[in-house]
């Protein structure tokens, strides 16, 4: 029988917003909940609610059959006695202690010959392997990170609990890194909670992901699912739908919307839309440029507009433009050279009918 976990806790901090987040569903054994959001969503003071290192001012939290909170009982279970591993943002590794010495930190009630085996497993699972009696300053960004993970799953906890695993790292190793995260969570096949603001940290990692804001969770669902078809405009905005406008649906064919958008008509798809208000998300990957008066692509939906600005990110390029409404897209840098993208160049962005996500605006 699939285990869960119930939260429903309440917590007030001066001068931000209440944390009043909710959140059920069951979990099987290798689990990956993402709890994602901006900065001050509240995902990390749930996080720590269910670790026992943060009291809330009312509510409970349940785990299996197990009660960690219950302020109207008045239980309070100790981090201690909650069985959890956890793993702080900055890994929080103890500079006297050697790779052993971190790992066996919380294996103290094992005989000192369980303790080693217990120890040398974990050695050889996170490829520490000649690095036992290294001290945490000699060891790499991905190193530390994996000793960190060793010491919170050594005692053999039965939750584990994630506070963005990968932010302290650069930006290579911690692409090389997700993956290897994702498999290692499989192989300990332990239940996890993984705090995150990064999109492709939370499709990599994630079975199931919470959208938070302003304390409240917004979504609970698979991410693919989640980041494609958003609840609502808040969801669409804090999981980086870069486009969000308000349109209507004058026509339904089959589940092929058309909506107008400030004059502008979209083809989208929307069983049982007609006559609604609606929200038209699109995501910027999703929309294709083309020079204008090129031939087009299969796509349904091809809009001229006018380039308003670029901006660099890495190797991609973030294309606004003025199609009538405002839109944005993801380019190459070599598609941006070839389409000769700039402040005031006309272009054509095409879109599919199945990237337009309708979202009526009553919900």
């Known amino acids: 029988m699939a285990a869960e976990i119930a939260i429903d806790i309440r917590k007030t901090f001066p001068g931000r917003a209440i944390i009043r987040a909710q959140i059920r569903y069951p979990v099987e054994a290798s689990t990956v909940l993402i709890l994602f959001g901006p900065s001050g969503s509240g995902k990390t003071t749930m996080l720590r609610s269910v670790a026992g290192l943060e009291w809330p001012d009312e509510g409970a939290i349940r785990f299996i059959s197990r009660t960690w909170l219950d302020t109207a009982s008045n239980i309070r279970v100790s981090p201690q006695d909650r069985q959890i591993g956890y793993m702080p ?33 974990l050695v050889d699972l996170f490829q520490l392997r000649g690095l036992e009696s290294a001290r945490p300053r000699e060891l790499s960004g991905g190193q530390q990170q994996r000793v960190a993970l060793a010491r919170a799953v050594a005692p053999r906890p039965q939750l584990l609990l994630l506070d963005e695993p990968l932010s302290a790292l650069d930006a290579p190793t911690r692409l090389q890194l997700r993956g290897e995260l994702r498999s290692l969570l499989k192989q300990l096949a332990l239940p996890s909670m993984i705090v995150t603001h990064d999109w492709e940290e939370a499709l990599t990692l994630g079975d199931v992901m919470a ?4 304390g409240t969770v917004l979504q609970l669902g698979a991410p693919q699912d989640v980041f494609s078809r958003p609840a609502n405009a808040e969801v669409a905005k804090v999981v980086g739908v870069e ?6 649906v004058v026509a339904n064919d089959n589940g092929l919307a058309t909506v107008a958008v400030n004059g502008i008509t979209l083809k989208g798809l929307g069983q049982g839309l007609c006559g609604t208000g609606v929200y038209v998300c699109i995501r910027a990957e999703d929309v294709v440029l083309e020079q204008a008066g090129s ?36 380019v190459t840098r070599g598609a941006m050279e070839d389409l000769q993208l700039k402040a005031g160049s006309s272009v054509v962005a095409a879109i599919k009918a199945g990237a337009v996500h309708l979202v009526p605006r009553s919900s």
């Open 211 to 214: 959208v938070m804001s302003e």
């Open 89 to 121: 943002q900055e890994y929080a590794l103890f500079p006297s202690h050697t790779v052993e010495g971190n790992i066996a930190y919380g294996l103290g009630c094992l005989t000192p010959t369980d303790r080693k085996k217990r120890v040398d497993e």
């Open 295 to 330: 031939g087009m692509t299969s796509a349904r939906n091809h809009l001229i507009g006018t380039v308003t600005e670029v901006a660099a990110y890495g190797v991609m390029v973030q294309v606004k433009m003025d199609c009538g409404f405002p839109l944005t897209a993801m």
């Open 243 to 248: 486009t969000v406008v308000q349109g209507q």
